[in-house]
């Protein structure tokens, strides 16, 4: 089977879906139900990660026991559902698509957000079709992306990992593209801030715009 010579795998939140606001809203509403003070963008992009249990143990001072988590965790899908509604595509992200396709690029969709939300969604934005494959969370929340980077990789058969670039706003984008063989370039206007980022290592480029990442993109998978 013939490869494609270049592929991006763009993260979903923070990153095509400008939903930043709505997840720091989700994420207060979330504290709330336990007592928890609100965070702002800037301590939210200061102190995430995944596991996002330890994000919360870098709030709380200690891990949010079971019960806690659970609590949390249904909250922030429950609020993050009614904030994300006036949420959209973060700018240029039609034309950066239609771009790289023209220039004879492929390109795919993985996240871990929920598997059957995310298709509906990405599918009521119009920009389904230029994907070669869309793939969401299909088990619990809260962790990291590797295992599901090296599946989704492999499914596309006609995606070499070395020409494979990961375009995401959070370090373990990072993480998931080394383990899958892939590069990856992260982008600030999502989870992280710059400084936050820089956690991924010297050979992550971070960027600040997604069209500065796609240009980053073209020369790492050249």
Not at 10 to 17: I, P, R, S
Not at 115 to 124: C, D, F, Q, W
Not at 208 to 220: Q, T, Y
Request: glycine share 10%; aromatic share 8%.
């Amino acid at each position: 089977m013939e490869r494609h010579t270049k592929h991006l795998v763009w993260d979903w939140n923070g990153t095509l879906f400008h939903d930043i606001d709505a997840v720091v809203g989700a994420t207060n509403a979330a504290f709330a139900e336990i007592g928890l003070e609100p965070i702002t963008l800037a301590r939210y992009r200061e102190l995430y990660c995944v596991p996002v249990p330890l994000f919360y143990e870098r709030l709380m001072g200690r891990m949010p026991t079971d019960a806690e988590w659970l609590v949390m965790d249904e909250a922030f899908h429950r609020h993050y559902s009614e904030h994300r509604l006036r949420c959209a595509l973060a700018d240029g992200v039609d034309g950066l698509l239609a771009n790289w396709l023209a220039g004879g690029g492929s390109q795919s969709i993985l996240s871990m957000f929920g598997h059957e939300e995310l298709i509906p969604l990405v599918r009521g934005f119009g920009i389904e079709s230029h994907f070669l494959r869309v793939d969401g969370r299909r088990g619990p929340s809260g962790g990291g992306k590797s295992a599901d980077m090296v599946r989704h990789l492999a499914a596309l058969e006609s995606v070499d990992p070395g020409r494979t670039v990961v375009i995401g706003d959070a370090v373990d984008d990072a993480v998931a593209a080394r383990h899958a063989g892939a590069r990856a370039v992260l982008y600030t206007g999502g989870s992280h801030s710059r400084v936050s980022l820089e956690a991924a290592g010297a050979g992550v480029p971070i960027v600040d715009s997604l069209a500065e990442a796609v240009e980053v993109a073209a020369r790492l998978a050249a």
